[in-house]
């Protein structure tokens, strides 16, 4: 047990060290890794939500806001917060306009500080392939989530089998992180990001994990060729 702990621990650590080093190149980078498809990513992610007016949003993960900047943009009568282990990364955030709408909470994801039953929505983007543990953190957002309440999750998941498998590989291998180095010089970095792409599980698994943590209804479509995954579910009422 306390091996495990101890990569776990490790883990957090290297993640952390990690984007703190990323975070001024992170959003630049986003953009052009996905070829500008993130936005319309976040949108399909807030719809699938289906945050009611005037209510309360979790983003765990939130990096630098994106997706709790996308909610308020979306609906001006929205609460947002936004969580996320990394300190540099919100202070990214905090510099845009409007930041000052958007509660920013440092904090781990596999250990929320919000009480039992609080959120409309808890969502995450590009955050379930960073944690220790995908059951640990599926079971926290559950807890802070109101029954009825829509639980959302946009991540990577490795690419099929077909004829765009081999491009997909090229560009996750050797494309991505040639432009960490050339851009931010810190290739490590992407390599890592690239690695936890390509290793993260299938979306049927995350789909199991979801519904054995509790949720009803849990669904899940594939983007970009089918390497990126959107899935949501209900909390039981």
Not at 170 to 191: E, M, Q
Request: proline letters at 3%; a positive charge.
């Amino acid at each position: 047990m306390n091996s495990a702990n101890n990569r776990d621990d490790d883990k957090a650590r290297y993640v952390r060290g990690l984007f703190s080093r990323i975070s001024s190149d992170y959003d630049f980078m986003n953009r052009l890794m996905s070829l500008g498809m993130d936005i319309s990513w976040r949108r399909h992610l807030l719809g699938a939500a289906c945050v009611p007016r005037g209510g309360l949003i979790l983003d765990v993960g939130t990096g630098t806001g994106d997706i709790a900047f996308e909610a308020l943009r979306t609906d001006t009568t929205v609460h947002a917060t936004g969580v996320d282990f990394t300190a540099e990364m919100m202070e990214i955030g905090r510099r845009r306009d409007s930041a000052g709408k958007i509660q920013w909470v440092q904090a781990d994801a596999m250990c929320l500080p919000f009480a039992d039953a609080v959120f409309d929505a808890v969502v995450s983007g590009f955050l379930m392939r960073n944690v220790a543990d995908v059951s640990t953190a599926i079971s926290e957002q559950i807890r802070v989530l109101k029954p009825g309440g829509r639980l959302v999750c946009l991540d990577t998941t490795p690419s099929r089998k077909g004829v765009l498998r081999p491009v997909t590989q090229f560009y996750l291998r050797i494309v991505i992180p040639l432009l960490g180095r050339l851009i931010t010089g810190k290739t490590d970095a992407y390599r890592y990001l690239t690695t936890s792409t390509m290793n993260f599980i299938e979306a049927e698994t995350m789909a199991d994990i979801m519904i054995k943590e509790g949720l009803e209804g849990v669904a899940f479509k594939r983007l970009m060729f089918g390497n990126i995954a959107l899935h949501w579910g209900v909390r039981p009422k």
